[in-house]
């Protein structure tokens, strides 16, 4: 950017990041179903703010174990009467 510009350069910007927690788990396997049932629940925030979710889903050594918990807590959602809507 030019000096005199009307964007503001880089070192003008604010980041504003939310609040953190740190979660101990005791095992792969907690950790797996943690994140999976935090998943359903941005999923369902998303839904009623009428916002598309996206995501990008990576392997490594957990991918196999969060893929199995995701599908566990989903099916029991949805088993429930639980949906999410498709679009």
Do not use: C
Request: no cysteine; hydrophobic share 45%; net charge positive.
């Amino acid at each position: 950017h030019r000096l005199g510009s009307t964007t503001p350069l880089m070192n003008e910007q604010k980041i504003i990041s939310p609040p953190h927690e740190l979660r101990v788990f005791n095992s792969a396997a907690e950790l797996a179903r943690g994140a999976a049932l935090d998943w359903l629940e941005l999923l369902q925030v998303l839904e009623l703010a009428g916002r598309e979710p996206t995501v990008a889903l990576s392997g490594g050594r957990i991918a196999l174990t969060f893929f199995d918990a995701a599908v566990k807590v989903f099916r029991n959602h949805f088993n429930g009467g639980h949906y999410l809507r498709h679009r």
